[in-house]
């Protein structure tokens, strides 16, 4: 973990590099989403952290998220009928009625 050559500028040792090291002590390989890891941040995360290999899960997580509960469905179903009446109504029109 961090030490006395830590890249993490003093007086943020306590900050989001410090409590992944919390969470993954022994951890030799670690999933992250690239595309949502700025290129200094990833160096950072190699330099924090040279012992762990970083393999790119983005494909993965995203297919994940597309699996939805019923519960989910029914939420994103009640959203865009929210959506709709808020754009009929912006428009001046009044016919949300018969969509919802």
């Not at 890891?37 to 924090?48: C, G, H, N, R, Y």
Request: proline share 4%.
């Amino acid at each position: 973990m961090a030490g006395a050559t830590s890249p993490i500028p003093t007086g943020k040792r306590d900050n989001w590099f410090h409590a992944v090291g919390q969470v993954i002590p022994g951890v030799k390989r670690l999933g992250i989403e690239f595309d949502h890891v700025s290129l200094d941040t990833f160096a950072l995360l190699k330099q924090e952290f040279p012992q762990i290999e970083f393999v790119d899960i983005a494909a993965i997580a995203m297919r994940q998220r597309m699996i939805k509960s019923d519960v989910e469905i029914a939420h994103i179903e009640q959203m865009t009928r929210i959506a709709d009446i808020g754009g009929c109504l912006r428009r001046g029109g009044n016919d949300w009625h018969s969509r919802t």
